[in-house]
C-alpha cells in the first residue's frame, strides 16, 4: 500500500494540528503542509496554521471529489470594488503560495502551488466511517477502533499493528451468516461492507441502543503463524 493511498479518519486528521505537524483536507485529499512553513514567510502561514487539522475546502473549488481525477482544485476568486479587478478570495488571510492582491514586477509565479502539488498529498479522508470491535481470542482483549469504510481487512490489519505487532499471525473472522450467527473468515482484500459485515450502529442508535452493543466484532484467531515484528 502506498502511502499517498491511504484513507484517512477527520479524527486522525485533526491530530496533526501543530506548527511542526500540520495537515489539511482540500476536496477529499489529505496534505501534510508542514514542509511549506520552513520555505514561507510566518505571516503567510498563519491562516493555514490556524486551521491546522481541519477541512478549509471553503477556500477552494470545486469542492468535489474524484479520487481517480488529477488535482483540480482552484483558490475562489472575487472581484474588487475599486480596483475592477479579479483576485484570491482569502478572508482569512493571504496565505502560501497566493500572489499579492494587485500586479507587481517584483513576485515570482514560476512554481507549482502546493495545493496543486502531489507531493503534499498524502491520502484520502473517509467519506464514512465506522467503529468495530477488535477480539483477540488468543489474549481475550478487545479494541475499539475507526476505521473509513473504503478499507480493505488488509489495511485494517495494518492500521491494528500499532496494537499488535503480530496481527497477521492471526485468522480475521465475523459474523457473515446471520441467519446461522456463525464466525466466517473474512476476504482479506474486500472491504467490511464486500465480506458482508454489516454497520447497525446508525439505524438502531438513533433508538437510543448502547453503541457498545452494536459494533460490528471482528475476532482474531491465532494461526501460529509468528510474524516478525
Same mark, same amino acid.
Given at each position: 500500500m502506498l502511502w499517498n493511498?491511504? @484513507?484517512y479518519t477527520a479524527r486522525e486528521v485533526g491530530t496533526h494540528c501543530s506548527t511542526t505537524d500540520c495537515w489539511v483536507t482540500i476536496s477529499g485529499r489529505v496534505y501534510n503542509v508542514t /514542509?511549506?512553513? *520552513?520555505d514561507n514567510p510566518p505571516v503567510l502561514c498563519e491562516p493555514i496554521i490556524?486551521?491546522?487539522g481541519k477541512d478549509i475546502s471553503q477556500w477552494f473549488e470545486p469542492r468535489t471529489f474524484n479520487m481517480d481525477e488529477e488535482i483540480g482544485v482552484e483558490v475562489l476568486l472575487w472581484r474588487h470594488p475599486t480596483m475592477k479587478l479579479s483576485t484570491y478570495y482569502t478572508p482569512q488571510g493571504r496565505f502560501a503560495h497566493i500572489p499579492p /492582491?494587485? /500586479?507587481r514586477t517584483d513576485f515570482n509565479m514560476d512554481y507549482n502551488p502546493w495545493w496543486l502539488d502531489k507531493n503534499f498529498v498524502i491520502g484520502f479522508l473517509s467519506?464514512?466511517?465506522?467503529?468495530?470491535r477488535v477480539k483477540n481470542i488468543l489474549l481475550d482483549h478487545v479494541y475499539v477502533m475507526e476505521v473509513p469504510c473504503e478499507e480493505t481487512i488488509n489495511e485494517i490489519l495494518y492500521r491494528y499493528t500499532e496494537h499488535n505487532k503480530?496481527? *497477521?499471525?492471526? +485468522? @480475521?473472522k465475523a459474523i457473515l451468516e446471520y441467519d446461522t450467527m456463525k464466525f466466517c473468515t473474512m476476504d482479506m482484500t474486500k472491504t467490511l461492507? +464486500?465480506?458482508?459485515?454489516?454497520? +447497525?450502529s446508525q439505524e438502531f442508535g438513533c433508538a437510543g441502543m448502547q453503541l457498545d452493543y452494536l459494533l460490528p466484532a471482528i475476532h482474531l484467531h491465532y494461526t501460529d503463524d509468528l510474524t516478525v515484528a
Open positions: 493511498d491511504r @484513507w /514542509p511549506l512553513f *520552513a490556524k486551521n491546522a /492582491p494587485f /500586479p467519506k464514512r466511517t465506522q467503529f468495530i503480530h496481527a *497477521a499471525s492471526y +485468522e @480475521w461492507t +464486500e465480506n458482508g459485515v454489516k454497520d +447497525e
